[in-house]
């Protein structure tokens, strides 16, 4: 098994059909110990559940806009691991007002929002964990090609998932001395609850469905087994990358 022996802290699951439950699931099946993040009662309701199902360790809250609540995160499996071989990092926010018309429309406090969750909720994360991360730990955090190429009504999350492209990068650099690598995987659109908020997302992903070269959406599962390949040995070699799991869509001009 891939991840035979590896503690994996996976902050960002929703319910069954979030990209977390999918990352999940593959490192569940390739041999990782698991602990999962929730944000206030309503989430916990739904990740003890699924914690329980994944033979999960433990479950913890975070609300990653908050320093101190990162901090007591950290401390948590700390005192419950001790180490940590992965950290997922699967957060993003923005208003859902900001996430239809017009990107010039965002508000300053909209943008604000937008770039503390989606994008540096990775560095504190990365930060407050960094005396956990065994060597060869891995760091693994969710983009989309709306960072790239503009996707009508992406708008505010498309900037922020630029700047968490662009923070891998940098990570990677601070990280890389203590071989311990930071990676962003770029998944086609999956009808998740976090994609329920962008406005027309039916529209862009029948649009991805006849442009990807395999005529499909991605599924969670690929991107499971995606996430368990970078977070194991057989991909020590890569770091300060975005990986596309998008059934080659990113590759195509029309």
């Known amino acids: 098994m891939l991840l035979e022996g590896k503690k994996a802290a996976i902050f960002g699951v929703a319910n069954q059909r979030s990209i977390a439950y999918g990352i999940a699931s593959a490192f569940k099946r390739e041999g990782a110990q ?3 993040s929730y944000l206030g009662d ?3 309701k739904r990740v003890e559940p699924i914690s329980a199902e994944l033979g999960g360790d433990f479950t913890f809250p975070c609300d990653v806009a908050s320093d101190e609540d990162i901090a007591r995160a950290a401390e948590l499996v700390a005192e419950k691991w001790g180490k940590l071989d992965i950290l997922v990092h699967s957060v993003a926010f923005a208003n859902r007002d900001d996430l ?8 300053r406090d909209g943008f604000r929002l937008a770039m503390d969750i989606s994008a540096y909720s990775l560095v504190a994360m990365a930060r407050a964990f960094e005396p956990l991360l065994n060597p060869g ?3 693994l955090c969710m983009t989309y090609y709306g960072a790239q190429k503009v996707i009508t009504n ?3 999350m498309g900037v922020a998932k630029a700047a968490l492209e662009a923070s891998v990068r940098y990570l990677a650099k601070d990280f890389g001395p203590a071989d311990i690598r930071v990676n962003a995987i770029s998944a086609g659109p999956i009808r998740t609850l976090a994609a329920s908020g962008i406005g027309d997302f039916h529209q862009i992903g029948n649009i991805f469905s006849s442009r990807a070269p395999k005529g499909r959406l991605v599924t969670i ?5 995606t996430a368990a390949f970078l977070a194991s040995d057989y991909a020590s070699g890569i770091t300060g990358e975005c990986v596309f799991v998008d059934n080659g869509f990113n590759s195509v001009a029309i």
């Open 137 to 139: 730990a891995s760091i």
């Open 221 to 225: 599962e690929e991107v499971g087994n």
């Open 42 to 44: 309503a989430l916990k």
């Open 100 to 107: 239809t018309g017009r990107f010039l429309d965002t508000s």
């Open 34 to 36: 698991l602990c999962f």
């Open 154 to 156: 992406y708008n505010v």
